[in-house]
T-cell receptor, first 114, second 115 residues
Framework: KAGVTQTPRYLIKTRGQQVTLSCSPI?????VSWYQQTPGQGLQFLFEYFSETQRNKGNFPGRFSGRQFSNSRSEMNVSTLELGDSALYLC?????????????FGNGTRLTVT | AQKVTQAQTEISVVEKEDVTLDCVYE???????LFWYKQPPSGELVFLIRRNSFDEQNEISGRYSWNFQKSTSSFNFTITASQVVDSAVYFC????????????FGKGITLSVRP
């Protein structure tokens, strides 16, 4: 079974631009969660999508948004990029809600904002 | 509000030593889940274990064991006879199931096992 796939692996963007990250979950998994990982803040929850609906959102500004498609694939968008958005963005999928299911993580997308 | 504290930030041991990684959590709910994840140098987080709040039984899986104590709000992880391949960042996490549930991670513990 293929694992969670995140594309692209690396991104370099300029402040003010926007970016879209993609996540393909494990086949059959209905939940996709996104996390931001930085050395200072650690792993911070961004949002969870389950059956195409956003179920919960972390404490991030509205510049961070996402969506989930009918095939469970998910995208995350960050608009008006700031230097502080530089981070590793991790996607995780699970068969059921992320709050009680083991998560399967992708390798992440490393975003650098200059 | 839920919170996970991993007070140890970095631990260094010599191969074959036993090591315990501490995790202390805070929650107001009586129903919750606790997790441990491992992040090796390659970067991909790997699930290790899940425990629900009603199951205080300790668990052993090979060289890994977990001690869950509700009385002290702790869920500690012990690696017996550590190996170089155990070198990684280990995260403890907590969730409170519900409509707005989310998984909260601790800051992680960097474990270095020297040969």
């Amino acid at each position: 079974k293929a694992g969670v796939t995140q594309t692209p692996r690396y991104l370099i963007k300029t402040r003010g631009q926007q970016v879209t990250l993609s996540c393909s979950p494990i086949s059959g998994h209905r939940s996709v969660s996104w996390y931001q990982q930085t050395p200072g803040q650690g792993l911070q929850f961004l949002f969870e999508y389950f059956s195409e609906t956003q179920r919960n959102k972390g404490n991030f500004p509205g510049r961070f948004s996402g969506r989930q498609f009918s095939n469970s694939r998910s995208e995350m968008n960050v608009s008006t990029l700031e230097l502080g958005d530089s981070a590793l963005y991790l996607c995780a999928s699970s068969p059921d809600r992320a709050s009680y299911s083991p998560l399967h993580f992708g390798n992440g997308t490393r975003l650098t904002v200059t | 509000a839920q919170k996970v504290t991993q007070a140890q930030t970095e631990i260094s041991v010599v191969e074959k030593e036993d090591v315990t990684l501490d995790c202390v959590y805070e929650t107001r709910d009586t129903t919750y889940y606790l997790f441990w994840y491992k992040q090796p140098p390659s970067g991909e987080l790997v699930f290790l274990i899940r425990r629900n709040s009603f199951d205080e039984q300790n668990e052993i899986s090979g060289r890994y064991s977990w001690n869950f104590q509700k009385s002290t709000s702790s869920f500690n992880f012990t690696i017996t006879a550590s190996q170089v391949v155990d070198s990684a960042v280990y995260f403890c996490a907590l969730s409170e199931p519900g409509a707005n549930s989310k998984l909260t991670f601790g800051k992680g513990i960097t474990l270095s096992v020297r040969p």
